[in-house]
């Protein structure tokens, strides 16, 4: 577990215009976040659009992301769904196809109840053998998981060793699950790091944010692990309007591929729908926000010319 620590970004998958997949982009976004400091990275969660993408396109973009990688950094791929035996084959193809660890949505369509949750989350722990990480993301699931049913979880089945806590008010609930299942627990942040600072105060180890400002929080987290509180907060100070701006709901994917094109990273921002795509408008708030950001500032041998 002492692998997953630290700034994971949520791939984005990268398009072409017409909407298929870019592999080439894909492949030179996974460079380009491991040469900004990733020290882990997330698949087909939202920021990856995970929930416009095909069974088959996920297993082509693990292999192409597997590769790529070659064992530099843990990979935590997303593997829920809303019935639990589909859950359970796909956690097994993940951890098959080279997942160091799986992100797991609760089975948010029927909305079980407690003893529900535990049994889906149960059948996918003892199917696999890597961690098993719990997103406890209610504002997306409408499923509310209470710390007392995650670290329980955490205390009785054998692979749930994480959680990614993005149920605000997300602080509170770090406390709590650090008390209630301490070191069985691995907990991250996420909602795009907007609490990264106080989470790691509170316990947590890392944040799950999106692939457009891993250098930022990478200087970030270099300066709180340094003990220098101070100036991570002003480099966060600094980057927050951004982060704020990303998180809106259908939109934020949108501006962080916005981001990535214009740095030259990847060949189109396109996204699929249903999420939005940016106007006139959108693109040049962006552009203000990254004014004076330094954002890229590391200096990237794959930058387009």
Same mark, same amino acid.
């Given at each position: 577990?002492? /692998? !997953?620590? $630290?700034? !994971?970004?949520?791939?984005? *998958? *990268?398009?072409?215009?017409?909407?298929? +997949?870019?592999?080439?982009? &894909?492949?030179?976004?996974?460079?380009?976040?491991?040469?900004?400091?990733?020290?882990?990275?997330?698949?087909?969660?939202?920021?990856?659009?995970?929930?416009?993408?095909?069974?088959?396109?996920?297993?082509?973009?693990?292999?192409?992301?597997?590769?790529?990688?070659?064992?530099?950094?843990?990979?935590?791929?997303?593997?829920?769904? *809303?019935? *639990?035996?589909?859950?359970? @084959?796909?956690?097994?193809?993940?951890?098959?196809?080279?997942?160091?660890?799986?992100?797991? +949505?609760?089975?948010?369509?029927?909305?079980?109840?407690?003893?529900?949750? !535990?049994?889906?989350?149960?059948?996918?722990?003892?199917?696999?053998?890597?961690?098993?990480?719990?997103?406890?993301?209610?504002?997306?699931?409408?499923?509310?998981?209470?710390?007392?049913?995650? @670290?329980?979880?955490?205390?009785?089945?054998?692979?749930?060793?994480?959680?990614?806590?993005?149920?605000?008010?997300?602080?509170?609930?770090?406390?709590?699950?650090?008390?209630?299942?301490?070191?069985?627990?691995?907990? !991250?942040?996420?909602?795009?790091?907007?609490?990264?600072?106080?989470?790691?105060?509170?316990?947590?180890?890392?944040?799950?944010? $999106?692939?457009?400002?891993?250098? %930022?929080?990478?200087?970030?987290?270099?300066?709180? =692990?340094? $003990?220098?509180?101070?100036? @991570?907060?002003? &480099?966060?100070? /600094?980057? +927050?309007?951004? %982060?704020?701006?990303?998180? =809106?709901?259908?939109?934020?994917?949108?501006?962080?591929?916005?981001?990535?094109?214009?740095?030259?990273?990847?060949?189109?921002? @396109?996204?699929?729908?249903?999420?939005?795509?940016?106007?006139?408008?959108?693109?040049?708030? %962006?552009?203000?926000?990254?004014?004076?950001? =330094?954002?890229?500032?590391?200096?990237?041998? $794959? =930058?387009?010319?």
């Amino acid at each position: 577990m002492t /692998r !997953f620590h $630290g700034v !994971f970004p949520i791939i984005n *998958t *990268t398009f072409r215009d017409d909407g298929a +997949l870019d592999l080439e982009s &894909q492949r030179r976004l996974v460079r380009f976040l491991i040469d900004a400091g990733a020290h882990g990275l997330g698949l087909f969660g939202n920021a990856s659009e995970g929930y416009a993408l095909s069974e088959s396109g996920r297993r082509t973009l693990l292999e192409v992301i597997v590769r790529e990688v070659d064992g530099r950094v843990p990979l935590v791929v997303s593997s829920g769904h *809303t019935g *639990t035996d589909v859950a359970v @084959a796909i956690s097994r193809d993940m951890e098959a196809m080279g997942a160091d660890a799986l992100m797991v +949505l609760p089975p948010y369509y029927v909305k079980p109840d407690a003893e529900g949750i !535990f049994r889906y989350f149960r059948a996918i722990s003892d199917a696999v053998r890597i961690p098993v990480m719990v997103q406890d993301a209610p504002l997306m699931t409408q499923l509310p998981m209470g710390a007392d049913l995650l @670290a329980r979880m955490a205390l009785e089945l054998e692979n749930v060793r994480l959680v990614k806590v993005e149920a605000p008010p997300t602080t509170p609930k770090v406390s709590r699950l650090r008390a209630l299942a301490g070191d069985r627990l691995t907990l !991250f942040g996420g909602l795009n790091g907007n609490f990264f600072l106080e989470e790691l105060a509170r316990g947590a180890v890392g944040t799950m944010p $999106g692939s457009d400002m891993t250098d %930022i929080f990478r200087a970030i987290w270099d300066s709180y =692990q340094r $003990g220098d509180h101070s100036s @991570a907060r002003d &480099q966060f100070a /600094r980057a +927050l309007p951004l %982060i704020r701006y990303e998180l =809106q709901p259908g939109l934020g994917v949108a501006v962080m591929k916005r981001n990535l094109f214009d740095a030259g990273v990847i060949a189109s921002p @396109a996204v699929r729908h249903p999420t939005r795509s940016l106007d006139d408008v959108d693109i040049a708030e %962006i552009r203000a926000l990254r004014g004076g950001l =330094q954002l890229f500032a590391f200096r990237w041998a $794959g =930058q387009r010319a």
